[in-house]
């Protein structure tokens, strides 16, 4: 079954760092770009950026160039996304997605931040 | 950057009515890399219509895309209780991709 199941619900206080897991089955994992993408609540949805599974080449948001990384362990099939000095605004759903159009999606993690 | 602007932002319509949406973009989207997607409360967006016209796997028929250049439309032929959700388009002609701010459909 193809599918990306990703970590559970953080929350953090201010200044800290999360990191949030994206693990791919039911594909060849280095084929394919892994994208994240959050949404505060009652918010629109906003691509942070990409990373090539296979080459590791990532591309950030202008937004959350300074703050952001993404990484991936091929051996795990899974993707990771960090995000630092957290504030409270950046309290939101994040989802990975991965396809050309995003036709498959993880099931998202809340991350508050209080 | 290509801004992508949806109207309306919200639409209220009864069960069997025909959904128009619009997604007007700021620049041209190249080879019609435009999707719509579909997102309930809760849950992941789920992908409805990728090229701008292709209907993705599993979505019945009642959905469809249409447009090009910078202007595109989603249809829903028919609503369904089911339909009620926001709707999101996206452009994918840019490594930096964009998403519209969404509209939001209400089944009266």
């Known amino acids: 079954q193809v599918q990306l199941v990703q970590s559970g619900a953080e929350v953090r206080k201010p200044g800290a760092s999360v990191k949030v897991s994206c693990k791919a089955s039911g594909y060849t994992f280095i084929s394919h770009a892994i994208h994240w993408v959050r949404q505060a609540p009652g918010q629109r949805l906003e691509w942070m950026g990409w990373i090539n599974a296979g080459t590791g080449n990532t591309e950030y948001s202008q937004k959350f160039q300074d703050r952001v990384t993404f990484t991936r362990d091929t051996s795990a099939s899974t993707a990771y996304m960090e995000l630092s000095n957290l504030r409270s605004e950046d309290t939101a759903l994040y989802f990975c997605a991965s396809g050309l159009a995003f036709d498959l999606w993880g099931q998202g993690t809340m991350v508050t931040v209080s | 950057e290509i801004v992508l602007t949806q109207s309306p932002d919200t639409l209220a319509l009864s069960p069997g009515e025909r959904a128009t949406l619009s997604c007007r973009a700021s620049q041209t989207v190249s080879s019609n890399f435009l999707a719509w997607y579909q997102q309930k409360p809760g849950q992941a967006p789920r992908l409805l219509i990728y090229g701008a016209s292709s209907r993705a796997t599993g979505i019945p028929d009642r959905f469809s895309g249409s447009g090009s250049g910078t202007d595109f439309t989603l249809t829903i032929a028919r609503l369904e209780p089911e339909d009620s959700a926001v709707y999101y388009c996206?452009?994918?002609?840019?490594?930096?991709?964009?998403f519209g701010q969404g509209t939001k459909v209400e089944i009266k």
């Open positions: 996206q452009q994918y002609a840019r490594s930096f991709r964009t």
